[in-house]
């Protein structure tokens, strides 16, 4: 983690100070990012975690928390926007926490990213047709149904969530209730 | 996840509260600053009954308590330890342990809590100790079952002393003090997640050896990491082996002989002329336990705008969080730099030496004197006169903190404790009070502004019980005087609520009332017979109260974001008034 791939303060003033362009391969920019970490599951450790990119004033697009194999660890997916000079630098803090045991911004990587989505929307007799074929094109199931509403569940990268969410507004959306993403690297890779 | 092994045979059945204490003394804890309250009464309760082998120091605010902590463990490396009750008792902790964590001292802070039932509920003299020093301690525990509390305590204390210190929190409820179970002291603590790295790549140190080899115009950047590490010594055999000169920051002061040729002082904002000068034509720095804070750099882009920059530091967030660095040790400093000793002959620095020692000629520090009217510089010469660079001088925080950095001449390790990240006015005399404790065979200066003293006054009744025998200087130039200087250099003079001439005591009678001996000088012919007296007192605290020219400032001085190429260097003070 020492070395860094980011510029520093000091060469972003200078840049700035000799007029020069600092370019988006200097990742400078804001950039979504994606990190699991690994860390104990007890009380406090999820709230150092959040601390830290609130400390720095991160808005947290989504955090999801769950046990992993072992019952002792839990991780964390985070997203979040921010310039990648300060992400690594947060990503090196949350290295000296305690209780973290291992973070990794997958956003460097080839990932794969999923979320789930709950969504009540009203029905009638004239739409309710259309409204199921739709979500069979996104993959999607009922799980509750009443007689003026229904439950869909759907899940997928967040992309496809809000392509259905957006799909959906027209009917009248009652509830949505998204997970947040969880992410993974991916095992392999078969090159470019 | 905890695994509560069953307890060895012949272990002790006790209550939380006496395994608490039996725990202090297996880790080996000589003194303890605290102040009871009903969350922890039982410890106090147990501690008289089996009287453990540490002393416990009863303070009269918990802040003073955690600033002798701090001065403890700066003046023997040792972790500092306090213990308070809940609620209030922990809040007034806070300042104390925000300055730890900035300072990277290791001290551990017990405090009560309300019993785990009733966490949450607003209960009498409860607060969320955990919550509110989350964002200012290297790590905290609320032990919640009295089978942990002794892993706790063993955790604590290795995660204050190891790695890059700092101070630990561990919250204790009142019904995990009382209740039972048997005690073993850990032998080893299981903290997968806590890993440091201690050494330092083999191939950066050789790559640093072969920089400092290449460099012309080498110069060491040395701060309380360095000093953190006791790695003191082997800095000092390789710059004069090296021929390399060598600035310390605030805190790295005494890691390097300042006698010395090689010395150019402090850098940075009051730094001197001639160690900024030598920053800024550098064409090496060797960062060692440093950590580029604006202090030192002032505006970030034109400082040390020729170096290439060797940064060796034990905490792998701190390299080049603000500047690049060209080759980064990650690892204990003292190690690092002991494999690199082997490694640097001598460099070819004459010429750099040369121009150094012109630029100490050039512009050395100075301020006016002969006019009869007392001034702080003067008072600090006298002093470092007096103690020859062997006393262990602690500082509060404004202008008198600076002229002390800047004349003291500081020539060992652990011999200069100050508040420094955090900037904690009120830090300087129980920080003092703590060295006395750890240093029994050291004369302790404890020097403060008027401000400053004021805002931990309650501890020289402490002290005085003790006996310690600590020299209280008080620099009194009736003002805030730091902020007096900004006002007076950048807010056109206009004096904002920093005149403290109504609201301040008399010292003499201050230090009376508290049981230590007070003396007062006005002229500079008076200081030298206070300071004598002063000397002669070794039953108590002696307070020196020293009324000095309010108008004087502290230059040289880079302002707030200037360049460091644009230090002011020099003001005469105006014959006006006293």
Avoid at chain 1, 86 to 95: G, M
Avoid at chain 2, 96 to 111: E, H, L
Avoid at chain 2, 274 to 285: G, K, S
């Amino acid at each position: 983690m020492s070395e860094q791939n980011t510029l520093t303060p000091q060469q972003i003033l200078r840049k700035k100070a000799q007029g020069e362009a600092i370019g988006p391969g200097e990742q400078t920019h804001r950039h979504r990012h994606i990190i699991a970490v690994l860390l104990e599951n007890s009380i406090g450790a999820l709230n150092r975690v959040v601390n830290l990119f609130a400390a720095r004033g991160f808005n947290l697009e989504s955090v999801t928390v769950g046990e992993t194999d072992d019952p002792s660890i839990s991780r964390m997916t985070i997203a979040t926007t921010g310039e990648s000079r300060i992400i690594a630098q947060v990503n090196r803090q949350l290295n000296r926490l305690i209780d973290v045991l291992e973070v990794e911004d997958l956003t460097s990587e080839e990932y794969v990213e999923r979320e789930l989505c709950l969504l009540k929307v009203p029905y009638a007799s004239d739409n309710r047709v259309e409204l199921l074929d739709t979500l069979k094109i996104f993959q999607g199931k009922v799980v509750d149904v009443t007689t003026n509403t229904m439950t869909f569940e759907i899940t997928g990268p967040a992309k496809k969530i809000n392509a259905f969410i957006g799909m959906m507004k027209r009917y009248g959306v009652e509830e949505i209730a998204r997970s947040g993403r969880v992410a993974m690297k991916r095992a392999l890779l078969f090159g470019d | 996840m905890t695994h509560h092994a069953p307890p060895a045979n012949g272990a002790q059945r006790m209550s939380g509260a006496e395994i608490f204490l039996r725990s202090l003394d297996a880790e080996g804890v000589e003194v303890v600053f605290g102040h009871p309250g009903g969350a922890v009464i039982k410890i106090y309760d147990e501690m008289a009954r089996i009287q453990p082998n540490f002393k416990h120091v009863l303070v009269r605010h918990e802040q003073g308590g955690a600033h002798a902590a701090e001065g403890y463990a700066k003046a023997t490396g040792k972790v500092g330890t306090v213990l308070v009750t809940s609620g209030p008792g922990a809040t007034n902790t806070v300042t104390g342990i925000a300055d730890a964590y900035m300072d990277s001292v290791p001290i551990v802070v017990f405090t009560g809590q309300v019993p785990t039932q009733l966490i949450g509920n607003d209960a009498f003299q409860e607060c969320d100790t955990i919550g509110i020093t989350r964002s200012i301690t290297k790590h905290s525990f609320l032990v919640r079952d009295v089978r942990d509390l002794a892993q706790a305590v063993k955790k604590a204390y290795h995660i204050a002393r190891t790695g890059r210190p700092g101070p630990v929190v561990v919250d204790l409820p009142k019904d995990v003090l009382l209740a039972e179970t048997e005690f073993e002291y850990p032998k080893e603590v299981n903290l997968r997640g806590y890993r440091f790295k201690a050494r330092g790549d083999d191939a950066k140190i050789q790559r640093a050896a072969a920089m400092i080899a290449e460099a012309d115009k080498p110069l060491f950047y040395v701060g309380g990491g360095a000093v953190g590490a006791d790695a003191a010594d082997v800095l000092t055999r390789i710059a004069r082996t090296a021929r390399i000169p060598v600035t310390t920051t605030l805190h790295g002061l005494g890691a390097f002989p300042e006698d010395d040729e090689l010395s150019v002082g402090m850098l940075g904002m009051h730094g001197t002329w001639y160690a900024n000068m030598a920053v800024q034509n550098a064409d090496l720095l060797i960062a060692v336990g440093a950590r580029f804070d604006d202090r030192v750099t002032g505006k970030l882009e034109s400082w040390a705008p020729h170096a290439k920059i060797v940064h060796i530091d034990i905490d792998p967030s701190s390299i080049s969080k603000n500047v690049y660095v060209d080759c980064a040790i990650v690892g204990d400093v003292r190690d690092a730099l002991m494999r690199l000793e082997p490694l640097a002959g001598a460099c070819r620095t004459e010429a750099w030496l040369a121009q150094v020692q012109a630029w100490k000629a050039e512009c050395p520090l100075a301020y006016e004197q002969g006019d009869g009217r007392l001034r702080a510089q003067y008072v600090l010469e006298r002093l470092r006169r007096h103690t020859k660079g062997e006393a262990i001088v602690v500082t509060d925080v404004g202008q008198h903190q600076m002229w002390a950095a800047q004349y003291f001449q500081f020539l060992h390790a652990r011999t200069h404790i100050t508040s420094g990240g955090l900037g904690t006015m009120g830090f300087c005399f129980p920080a003092a009070m703590g060295a006395a404790f750890g240093r029994p065979d050291k004369t302790v200066v404890s020097i403060s502004g008027d401000g400053g003293f004021v805002m931990n006054a309650q501890e020289l009744s402490v002290a005085a019980a003790h006996g310690l025998p600590i020299k209280v200087v008080i620099i009194n130039n009736k003002f805030l005087g730091m902020v007096r200087q900004w006002q007076e250099l950048f807010h056109d003079e206009r004096f904002s609520h920093t005149d403290l001439s109504d609201t301040n005591p008399d010292f003499v009678k201050l230090a009376e009332a508290h049981h230590c001996v007070g003396l007062r000088a006005e002229t500079p012919d008076e200081v030298d017979g206070v300071i004598r007296e002063a000397w002669a007192v070794s039953d108590r605290p002696a307070v020196m109260e020293f009324r000095v020219a309010k108008e004087e400032m502290v230059f040289p001085m880079v302002p707030a974001g200037a360049s460091t190429d644009e230090m002011i260097t020099k003001r005469l003070t105006p014959n006006a008034f006293v």
